[in-house]
C-alpha cells in the first residue's frame, strides 16, 4: 500500500533554532501534501496545502514565514520550523492522498513530535 | 464548507461489549468519508471509507460504518470490542480530488476495560 515516510520522529532543539521534518512518498507521487499540527488529546489542524513545484497553501492563522514548506519533488515535501520557539512545541504530521484510482484515500506519516526547549 | 462532529470525546466500552462512535456530517456535496485511529505518538491509520459505493463500509480489525445520507450520519461500529481497540478514532470528510484537503472531526478516545 501507499506509504509516507516521516522522519524524524521526534526531535528536541534549543529556542531559537530551526528544524526541519520530511515527508517522502515510497511507493507514489504525491502532487499534493498537506501538514497538520496536534495538540495533546485534540484534533488534527491543517496547517499547509503543499503543491510540487509551486507555492504552499497556508490555512488562515499560521505563519508562512515560521512555517516553511518546500515541496521540490513528487516523492519529497519540507516542513520547516524557523526560530522555534516552546509554544512551537507539538506533534506534526503530514499526509497525502493516493490517486483515485486506488480509491481515494489519504495517508499519513507516522508524525514527528517536536519539543523545544 | 465540510465539516465533521463527533459526539462523545470519551467512550468506554467492556471487552466484548458492542463499539459505538458517533459522527455526523456537513457537507455541500456528496461526501468522501473517512474513520482513522491513531494510537499514542504515532500517525493515523485508516479504518475505513466511505466513497459513494456500498453504503454499508467494512473496515479493517472488524470495524464498519454505514453512510445516512438521511441523518448525515457515518457513525463507527464494532461488535465486540477487544483491549487493543483502546485508542483515539478521529472521524474525516474530505473531498473527491487529490488536492482535496481532510477536515478532521475533534476525535473520540476509546477506552476499553475488563
Known amino acids: 500500500g501507499a506509504v509516507v515516510s516521516q522522519h524524524p520522529s521526534w526531535v528536541i532543539c534549543k529556542s531559537g533554532t530551526s528544524v526541519k521534518i520530511e515527508c517522502r512518498s515510497l511507493?507514489?507521487?504525491?502532487?499534493?501534501m498537506f501538514w497538520y499540527r496536534q495538540f495533546p488529546k485534540q484534533s488534527l489542524m491543517l496547517m499547509a496545502t503543499s503543491n510540487e513545484g509551486s507555492k504552499a497553501t497556508y490555512e488562515q492563522g499560521v505563519e508562512k514565514d515560521k512555517f516553511l514548506i518546500n515541496h521540490a519533488s513528487l516523492t519529497l515535501s519540507t516542513l520547516t520550523v524557523t526560530s522555534a520557539h516552546p509554544e512551537d512545541s507539538s506533534f506534526y504530521i503530514c499526509?497525502?492522498?493516493?490517486?483515485?484510482?486506488?480509491?481515494?484515500?489519504?495517508?499519513f506519516g507516522s508524525g514527528t513530535r517536536l519539543t523545544v526547549v | 464548507a465540510q465539516s465533521v462532529t463527533q459526539l462523545g470525546s470519551h467512550v468506554s466500552v467492556s471487552e466484548g461489549a458492542l463499539v459505538l462512535l458517533r459522527c455526523n456530517y456537513s457537507?455541500?456535496?456528496?461526501?468522501?468519508l473517512f474513520w482513522y485511529v491513531q494510537y499514542p505518538n504515532q500517525g493515523l491509520q485508516l479504518l475505513l471509507k466511505y466513497t459513494s459505493a456500498a453504503t454499508l463500509v467494512k473496515g479493517i480489525n472488524g470495524f464498519e460504518a454505514e453512510f445516512k445520507k438521511s441523518e448525515t450520519s457515518f457513525h463507527l461500529t464494532k461488535p465486540s470490542a477487544h483491549m487493543s481497540d483502546a485508542a483515539e478514532y478521529f472521524c474525516a470528510v474530505g473531498g473527491t480530488g487529490t488536492a482535496s484537503k481532510l477536515t478532521f472531526g475533534t476525535g473520540t478516545r476509546l477506552q476499553v476495560t475488563l
Open positions: 499526509s497525502a492522498r493516493v490517486r483515485e484510482g486506488t480509491g481515494g484515500g489519504y495517508t
Open positions: 457537507s455541500s456535496v456528496p461526501p468522501y
Open positions: 511507493d507514489f507521487q504525491a502532487t499534493t
